[in-house]
Antibody, heavy 119, light 113 residues
Framework: QVHLQESGPGLVKPTQTLSLTCTVSGASISGSEDYWTWIRHHPEKGLEWIGYAHDFGSVHYNPSLTSRVTISLDTSRNQFSLKLTSVTAADTAVYYC???????????WGHGTLVTVSS | DIVMTQSPVSLAVSLGERATINCKSSQSVFHYSKNKNYLAWYQQRPGQPPQLLIYWASTRQSGVPDRFTGSGSGTDFTLSISSLQPEDVAVYYCQQYYSTPWTFGLGTRVEIK
C-alpha cells in the first residue's frame, strides 16, 4: 500500500523559506507517470493547488506562487520536496503532499502538516 | 482561473435520507475530444486528509460505496449520497482538472440532523 508522509518545520519566520519533504513508501517515484504534488489548505481560502513535479522532467506551478515555489524529486530517497521563499502570514496553512494521477485528480494524500508563519 | 462554487455551504440530513451537494464551475470543464467532464469529488472526514470519491464527474474510485453518485456535465455537477450513514459526516469538495491551476470548491459540510 502506498503512503505519503510530510515532514519539516511547523514554524517559519516571515521572509524565510518554508521547506517540506514528502517521503513516499510502497511505490517508486522513479519512472512513475504520476504527478507528485503539493496542495495547501487555508482556513478561509480553502484548498489551493501549489504545483507538481513529474519524473519525466516537467514541473508546473500555480501562477499565483510561481515566483516563490520550487518542487523537486529526489528519486534516490524516494522523496519529493517543496520550497516556498519569502513567506508571510498568508502562507500559514496545512500542507499536503499528494499523488496526482492520469489527468490530475488526486488519489493519495499525506496526512498533512500545519505550517505557521510567525515571528 | 476556473472558479468552483459549491452549495449549500452546509446541510443537515437525517440518517438514511438523501444528501445532495451542488458544484458549479465558472466555465465548462467538458473536454469534447475526450468526451469527459474533468471534475472530481473528495470527502474530508474530521481530522483526516481529503479522500478521492469520484473522478470524470461520475466514476467512483475503487472502494467507494455505491450510495455515492456523481452526475452533471459542462458547468453544473451534483454529488448525491443516497442513504446517509454516520461515517458520511464530512466536508465534501469538488475539483476541476480541466485547466491549470487546478481549483477546488470551498466545500460543503454534511452533518446528521
Amino acid at each position: 500500500q502506498v503512503h505519503l508522509q510530510e515532514s519539516g518545520p511547523g514554524l517559519v519566520k516571515p521572509t524565510q523559506t518554508l521547506s517540506l519533504t514528502c517521503t513516499v513508501s510502497g511505490a517508486s517515484i522513479s519512472g512513475s507517470e504520476d504527478y507528485w504534488t503539493w496542495i495547501r489548505h487555508h482556513p478561509e481560502k480553502g484548498l489551493e493547488w501549489i504545483g507538481y513535479a513529474h519524473d519525466f522532467g516537467s514541473v508546473h506551478y500555480n501562477p499565483s506562487l510561481t515566483s516563490r515555489v520550487t518542487i523537486s524529486l529526489d528519486t534516490s530517497r524516494n522523496q519529493f520536496s517543496l520550497k516556498l521563499t519569502s513567506v508571510t502570514a498568508a502562507d500559514t496553512a496545512v500542507y499536503y503532499c499528494v499523488r496526482g494521477v492520469r489527468d490530475n485528480w488526486f488519489d493519495l494524500w499525506g496526512h498533512g502538516t500545519l505550517v505557521t508563519v510567525s515571528s | 482561473d476556473i472558479v468552483m462554487t459549491q452549495s449549500p455551504v452546509s446541510l443537515a440530513v437525517s440518517l438514511g435520507e438523501r444528501a445532495t451537494i451542488n458544484c458549479k464551475s465558472s466555465q465548462s470543464v467538458f473536454h469534447y475530444s475526450k468526451n469527459k467532464n474533468y471534475l472530481a469529488w473528495y470527502q474530508q472526514r474530521p481530522g483526516q486528509p481529503p479522500q478521492l470519491l469520484i473522478y470524470w464527474a461520475s466514476t467512483r474510485q475503487s472502494g467507494v460505496p455505491d450510495r455515492f453518485t456523481g452526475s452533471g456535465s459542462g458547468t453544473d455537477f451534483t454529488l448525491s449520497i443516497s442513504s446517509l450513514q454516520p461515517e458520511d459526516v464530512a466536508v465534501y469538495y469538488c475539483q476541476q482538472y480541466y485547466s491549470t491551476p487546478w481549483t477546488f470548491g470551498l466545500g460543503t459540510r454534511v452533518e446528521i440532523k
